[in-house]
């Protein structure tokens, strides 16, 4: 099957961003025709300084790679190096109602705080439907929270096809089971708006830091716990295996421990996870020339297959 996902460059990626997105990207690029965009087109509505702009999306393709995605077998590309996607969306967008767009989450958040929204956002859901119809993708792996735009996309494709014939396939979500439980360092979702995330690639020892600060209950620490539930828990499961897990699990119930000593085992647990990806992000920065070489490789067989689909709703619509 046909797979595609887009992160931006707006900062960092962090715990949640690995474990509920990229760590799909890495599993299905297996067996799989695999399209992942660095999406700096969508980063302008929030990414106003073009230095930092470029840099962040260097650094994204960088982290990309040495978290694991192989450019032998995804095709890796940025955003803006494939205009067909970008003329892609004007044609969609003259078919796309206004209500549908007036109901996205991200315009209408931005609408209820009396926030002013400029085009790009209000539009923002267009041009992530031409993203993943531009390359006839069948699965789009998200997070929870970005499910309603595979919907959305879905339903732009239905009124173009409507209208012009059959021109796009539908693709579907791909959601993991725990792509909305990645806790953040107070409990809450980790999120940058909520200024609460631990960077994959941020140094050991500032990782660590943020880790024994992560906020904890009162309990005693002779008292026996639960952990399901429990966002420390929670946060260990990610990168242990089941055996370790279920050790954990029964040192909460057993009690007579203190929070610090699963902070412990939770970093060294990270930091064992991430060191081998730590190791490759040295290696690409150090050989810039590489990466960007593998961008446009990348982007040169993304416009083939964008150019494909562009004639063919050109063509289906008169173009």
Request: hydrophobic share 40%.
């Amino acid at each position: 099957m046909r797979v595609l996902s887009g992160i931006q460059p707006t900062g960092r990626i962090h715990w949640g961003n690995y474990f509920a997105a990229i760590r799909q990207y890495i599993d299905l690029q297996q067996g799989n025709e695999s399209y992942y965009f660095i999406a700096n087109l969508h980063a302008l509505t929030t990414v106003r300084e073009p230095k930092v702009l470029r840099q962040n999306t260097l650094d994204l393709a960088i982290d990309l790679l040495a978290l694991g995605v192989d450019p032998g077998k995804a095709t890796l590309f940025v955003q803006s190096d494939v205009p067909e996607v970008s003329e892609l969306c004007w044609l969609l967008m003259t078919s796309t109602p206004m209500g549908l767009l007036e109901r996205c989450h991200a315009y209408k958040d931005k609408k209820d705080k009396g926030i002013p929204a400029d085009a790009g956002l209000f539009t923002y859901p267009v041009l992530m439907a031409a993203d993943i119809l531009g390359y006839d993708a069948d699965v789009v792996p998200v997070g929870q929270d970005q499910v309603q735009h595979i919907e959305v996309c879905r339903d732009v494709a239905d009124k173009f096809n409507h209208a012009f014939g059959e021109v796009f396939i539908l693709p579907k979500a791909k959601v993991l089971d725990n792509a909305a439980k990645v806790p953040g360092t107070d409990g809450e979702k980790m999120s940058k708006s909520y200024n609460n995330t631990i960077e994959v690639f941020e140094p050991l020892k500032a990782m660590r830091k943020k880790v024994m600060r992560i906020a904890t209950d009162s309990r005693p620490m002779e008292q026996p716990k639960e952990p399901e539930g429990d966002h420390l828990f929670q946060l260990y499961s990610l990168f242990v295996d089941d055996a370790k897990r279920e050790e954990m699990a029964a040192l909460y119930r057993r009690g007579g421990f203190g929070y610090g000593q699963v902070k412990t085992a939770l970093a060294d647990a990270a930091e064992a996870f991430f060191t081998p990806a730590h190791a490759r992000r040295e290696e690409y920065s150090a050989n810039p020339k590489r990466v960007e070489e593998i961008l446009a490789d990348g982007a040169s067989r993304a416009r083939k297959k964008a150019g494909d689909v562009l004639k063919r709703a050109k063509k289906a619509s008169g173009l």
